[in-house]
């Protein structure tokens, strides 16, 4: 039977278990991915569990988030992760040098490889045929250790796309069109396969844009044909070489069945506070906004900057818009400048920010309050952007830039009445390439001798128990659905700093949402919190089981589960439960206190965990659907402690 593209790259990684939905699987990493505000944490893990050299084909480690240098703390990590890349065998990419995703699409990504990376959106590798997953810090660590990544084998959700985008109507809109049908839980336990007639009409980068944002639907990853167009992608990047070509074969079937039809999208637009919150430009248009910020690993292409440079040409943005560029490489600035589509820019009103992540994450760029914020970014989380009361609105560069000359959110095909024609773009002849800030590994033998320089904010990763047989846990906090990364260990440039200090940032969990949850967490100790469906969605930060676990979180029960949060629980020795009847969400309020016996027992068979709720509480049944390895780690304390044992054995045995 005919394979899609999604099974052709299991199947060639696959070192362990079957390959039907729901099934444990494990499979080969090829490369990882890690960037400086979850890398840092990666590379004390490294530390921790004693590795010398990564075993993967490639490693790169990006400095893109934590950019502002307002302290020591920023560029004492920087330093910190040249001398782990150094120490390791990793390649460098320098701060400045630009988004990871951008940059490794451009520089390293190779089709037909795997890929981990400790960041949600490093499914944007798909783009070239890839599969690339997001996960937590210690995952992408034990893939650089050599291990195989373990998943439960995705369904594959196949998005036949035909005819071709109607003029003003980019990448971002399709995602976007994805998110409308499907909201922020949509793509659950899902890889998404892109595949039809349609794909001829997007280059590698609009496939960026919509793999990229598919971690916004919840999906373990979204894959594209390595095809004709990837071939492209890699000559102009000067890397032909690298190409595989990775097609689904004719007859190749999907679990699941959808279809866009390219030319009936129309602009889009994600209101706040979640990407999912998708209605069309034309229902929104008319709000005074306050910024059009363009650019960010969402809409990271040539061609985003590009369109926006040629609406705004020869014109002046509004008065009351800040217009806030955001290259996503160094390499697409260097030949925006080279295409003489810089000065349009700058001379419209244009603010131009360094290649990274800045505004998009809360580094910089913060809107004023409740004010519309226009941007091309992947999210809008309430709080994301750095101002508390904020109101971002997620759109395309041709939305954005339409919407910044004149100052109120428009839809970019009301433009053509103005005289202003869709803008063009194509790839000039002379397409510059640039590595001067990508450092390669050093050989082994040099990198032997290689220090870690830690600066004094840079902590080591706290030890944690095991799981005890009996928990008596007060529940400090109680939320709804769709709580985000975001929400639970933000990030802005107050904390993103604290990435490499555990107790440091324990200061600011949930503290968007309950000031007084820290306090409470540290006068109390061990104890429990209570949450709605996706759980956790969004980033995959580890901090944010990190930090609360150093608080004293031994359990969180709620209705679902994100995916990448779930894992990173268990990686770090908090119980993740779900309620076995959904009702009894109700039945589990701040203040009480849950009672779980012969936990140990319970989690080795599938399923129940009885538990009582207060004193002469009722009795409520909660759920767990942990792998037999998540059960071990739980009951070691944690992934560190099972491989250190693991480690300890193999040398016991003569290091078989
Ligand atoms: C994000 O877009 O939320 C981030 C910041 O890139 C995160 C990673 C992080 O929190 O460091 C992600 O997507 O995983």
């Not at 990871?100 to 451009?106: E, G, I, L, N």
């Not at 906090?477 to 990435?499: C, H, Y």
């Not at 959904?582 to 849950?594: E, I, K, Q, S």
């Amino acid at each position: 039977m005919g394979m899609n593209v999604a099974q052709k790259l299991i199947d060639s990684h696959l070192v362990e278990g079957r390959p039907e939905p729901g099934s444990g699987i494990g499979i080969r990493v090829d490369q990882t991915l890690t960037q400086d505000a979850t890398g840092t944490m990666v590379m004390l893990e490294l530390e921790a569990m004693g590795l010398d050299r990564v075993r993967t084909e490639l490693s790169a480690q990006y400095v893109d988030h934590n950019l502002l240098q307002t302290d020591e703390r920023n560029p004492d990590d920087h330093l910190f992760l040249r001398s782990a890349c150094r120490r390791f065998g990793v390649w460098y990419s320098q701060p400045g040098n630009g988004v990871s995703h951008a940059v490794h699409m451009q520089r390293l990504g190779v089709p037909g490889k795997t890929m981990v990376g400790s960041d949600s959106h490093t499914p944007a590798a798909g783009s070239l045929g890839m599969l690339a997953i997001g996960v937590g810090g210690l995952e992408v660590a034990m893939a650089m250790a050599g291990e195989p990544l373990h998943i439960t084998m995705p369904q594959v959700w196949g998005v036949e796309l035909t005819g071709e985008l109607p003029a003003w109507v980019s990448a971002k809109d399709v995602i976007l069109e994805m998110l409308r049908r499907h909201d922020v839980g949509g793509g659950v336990g899902r890889i998404i396969e892109y595949h039809g007639p349609g794909l001829a009409n997007l280059t590698a980068m609009d496939r960026h844009v919509i793999a990229n944002m598919g971690a916004e639907l919840g999906a373990t990853t979204t894959v594209f044909p390595a095809d004709e167009e990837v071939r492209r992608f890699l000559e102009r990047e000067r890397r032909a070489e690298d190409y595989l070509e990775v097609i689904a074969d004719e007859d190749a079937t999907y679990d699941v069945h959808e279809s866009i039809d390219l030319s009936t999208l129309e602009p889009l637009v994600a209101k706040p506070t979640s990407p999912g919150n998708v209605v069309p430009v034309r229902e929104v248009a008319g709000r005074e906004i306050y910024q059009a910020y363009i650019g960010s690993s969402a809409n990271p292409g040539l061609r985003d900057l590009a369109v926006a440079a040629r609406i705004v040409e020869g014109r002046r943005t509004s008065d009351g818009v800040s217009l806030d560029v955001n290259p996503a490489s160094r390499q697409d600035l260097e030949n925006l400048a080279n295409m003489g589509l810089l000065t349009p820019l700058l001379h419209a009103g244009a603010r131009l920010h360094q290649a990274g992540c800045n505004g998009c994450i809360g580094m910089g760029q913060a809107p004023a309050t409740g004010r519309p914020s226009l941007r091309t970014t992947p999210r809008n989380f309430p709080g994301r952007s750095g101002t508390r009361e904020d109101a971002v609105y997620l759109v395309s560069p041709e939305t954005a830039a339409a919407s910044a000359l004149t100052g109120v959110i428009t839809d970019p095909r009301d433009l053509g009445e103005q005289g202003i024609d869709p803008p063009a773009f194509a790839y000039p002849d002379d397409y510059r390439v640039n590595e001067q800030m990508l450092v390669p590994p050093l050989p082994g033998d040099a990198a032997k001798t290689e220090q870690l320089v830690k600066g004094p904010n840079i902590k080591s990763l706290p030890d944690f128990e095991p799981l005890p047989d009996r928990l008596e846990v007060p529940v400090l906090l109680k939320v709804g659905d769709n709580v985000s990364t975001d929400e639970i260990m933000p990030a802005g440039q107050k904390v993103l700093p604290f990435r490499s200090n555990i107790p440091a940032i324990s200061d600011f969990v949930y503290y968007q949402v309950d000031e007084t949850y820290v306090q409470r967490a540290r006068e109390t100790g061990d104890h429990a919190i209570v949450g709605g469906d996706n759980y956790g969605q969004g980033s995959s930060r580890e901090h944010a089981a990190i930090a609360p676990r150093h608080l004293g979180l031994r359990v969180v029960v709620a209705k679902s589960f994100a995916r990448i949060h779930r894992q990173n629980l268990a990686n770090f020795g908090i119980l993740a439960l779900t309620f076995a009847d959904p009702a009894d969400f109700d039945a589990l309020d701040r203040g009480d206190v849950l009672h779980l016996e012969g936990l140990h027992d319970a989690l080795c068979r599938p399923a129940e965990v009885p538990a009582r709720v207060g004193p002469d509480g009722a009795t409520i049944t909660l759920a767990h659907a942990l792998s037999p390895r998540q059960v071990d780690m739980l009951l070691a304390g944690g992934l560190i402690p099972v491989f250190k044992q693991r480690l300890t054995s193999t040398a016991a045995d003569g290091g078989s």
